[in-house]
């Protein structure tokens, strides 16, 4: 069974530094990776993915996130933070053979910038 | 990329009711999905609407406490049927975009919060 860890439930970060909420993930073969990012009272939002190519992954509002095959990792990185980046932010996994039916999200990580 | 519209917004509602959730999207979709968003859980795949044929529940979900409807490609309802306080919780409906840069993302509305007293 697949599944996706993000080991942070918290993190806080002051504005102007860079941040990283880590995730790890567990599937079967080579996978989809996503980020999501949730505002308050609001649905999810599409930050980026990785589905092939270059390991880097370059998203909205200047995030960015790197696949690492063998730490199996995919954590997301933004070099300056900014307080409007504060928010819940999932990662998500699913198999490269499946549907969309097959993605799984980590916990979630509370960001806050701090000014 | 779809435009998503989901209503109630929010709602409280009295333990035994049930409330129905409503999505529309402003484009075709074969598959429509429902999430659940537990306080301060993640997200959890309640079910797969699909037009023309019986929704498909995962694990743990049934269709009588989770009746799903979709009438036609753009339209679904989930109903939240005889309610009891576990259930509050946020309801997410969500789209698949398909094709280019997008593909394989998944769109969603803003979400449905439900406090059942």
């Known amino acids: 069974a697949q599944s996706v860890a993000q080991p942070e439930d918290q993190v806080n970060v002051a504005e102007g530094n860079p941040l990283t909420v880590k995730c790890t993930y567990s599937?079967?073969?080579?996978?989809?990776l996503f980020w999501y990012v949730q505002y308050p009272n609001r649905g999810l939002q599409f930050l980026l993915k990785?589905?092939?190519?270059?390991?880097l992954v370059k998203g909205s509002y200047g995030f960015e996130a790197e696949f690492n095959k063998s730490q199996t990792s995919f954590h997301l990185k933004k070099p300056s933070a900014l307080v409007s980046d504060s928010a819940l932010y999932f990662c998500?996994?699913?198999?490269?053979?499946?549907?969309?039916?097959?993605?799984?999200f980590g916990s979630g990580t509370q960001l806050t910038v701090l000014p | 990329s779809a435009v998503i519209s989901q209503k109630p917004s929010r709602d409280i509602c009295q333990r035994g009711t049930s409330l129905t959730i409503q999505c529309q999207v402003d484009s075709q979709v074969t598959m429509m999905f429902w999430y659940r968003q537990q306080p301060g859980q993640s997200l959890t795949l309640i079910a797969t609407a699909n037009q023309g044929s019986e929704a498909t529940y995962e694990s743990g979900f049934v269709i009588d406490k989770f009746p799903i409807s979709r009438p036609n490609l753009t339209f679904s309802t989930l109903t939240v049927s005889n309610m009891s306080p576990e259930d509050s919780s946020i309801y997410l409906c969500?789209?698949?975009?398909?094709?280019?840069?997008?593909?394989?993302?998944?769109?969603f509305g803003a979400g449905s919060r439900l406090t059942v007293l």
């Open positions: 599937v079967s073969g080579n996978p989809y």
């Open positions: 990785y589905i092939t190519g270059d390991n």
């Open positions: 969500s789209v698949e975009r398909t094709g280019g840069s997008g593909a394989n993302v998944l769109t």
């Open positions: 998500a996994v699913r198999p490269r053979s499946g549907s969309a039916r097959q993605l799984t």
